[in-house]
């Protein structure tokens, strides 16, 4: 069974960066999985629905929910089975759990907090 684990959460002051990242494993079926299909980055703010942040194609194209635009970059490494979210001039209201989904899979999430 696959599992997908997320990490890179932390505080950050307005401005500032982090860099996020999704781990998949779980058997040998994990790197065709994970290689031949996209996966995308969530959030959820307390009272608020969970969003789109980025996703990316198994080939590498990637796409943005608006409000990230021009700050978040999503990317990935299918040797390592992993997905990357590089952010950068976070906001406050980017305070959220981000989570990573694959197909049907999702993460436990990671906590991201923009304050001052």
């Known amino acids: 069974q696959v599992q997908l684990v997320e990490s890179g959460g932390g505080f950050v002051q307005p401005g500032g960066s982090l860099r996020l990242s999704c781990a998949a494993s779980?058997?040998?079926?994990?790197?065709?999985?994970?290689?031949?299909?996209?996966v995308g980055w969530y959030r959820q703010a307390p009272g608020k629905e969970r969003e789109l942040v980025a996703t990316i194609t198994s080939g590498g194209s990637p796409n943005y929910g608006d409000s990230v635009k021009g700050r978040f970059t999503i990317s990935r490494d299918n040797a390592k089975n992993t997905v990357y979210l590089q952010m950068n001039s976070l906001k406050p209201e980017d305070t959220a759990v981000y989570y990573c989904?694959?197909?049907?899979?999702w993460g436990q999430g990671t906590q991201v907090t923009v304050s001052s």
């Open positions: 779980g058997n040998i079926f994990t790197r065709p999985i994970f290689s031949n299909n996209a």
């Open positions: 989904k694959l197909l049907a899979i």
